[in-house]
């Protein structure tokens, strides 16, 4: 048995955010029916931000690379 949840967060994967302010934390649920929630402490936003922009990046980069490759002929 794993111990972590995994979810696959596509385009189309409906996200819903709100504060719970009495709590001092956001709420992210991921799907409808039977959605995943996260919650995440105020403090905690800022570092989830940061971590999400350097894989955008690391990802952007990657894709350049790719994008760059050069063509192979025989």
Do not use: C, W
Not at 12 to 22: E, G
Not at 42 to 54: F, N, P, Q
């Amino acid at each position: 048995m794993r111990d972590t949840v995994q979810i696959h967060v596509t385009a189309d994967l409906p996200i819903r955010v709100r504060a719970l302010a009495y709590a001092n934390r956001a709420e992210i649920r991921f799907g409808k029916a039977f959605p995943v929630v996260l919650l995440v402490d105020s403090d905690a936003i800022a570092v989830l931000s940061k971590e999400l922009e350097e894989v955008r990046t690391a990802l952007n980069s990657t894709a350049r690379v790719d994008d760059q490759a050069p063509e192979v002929t025989d």
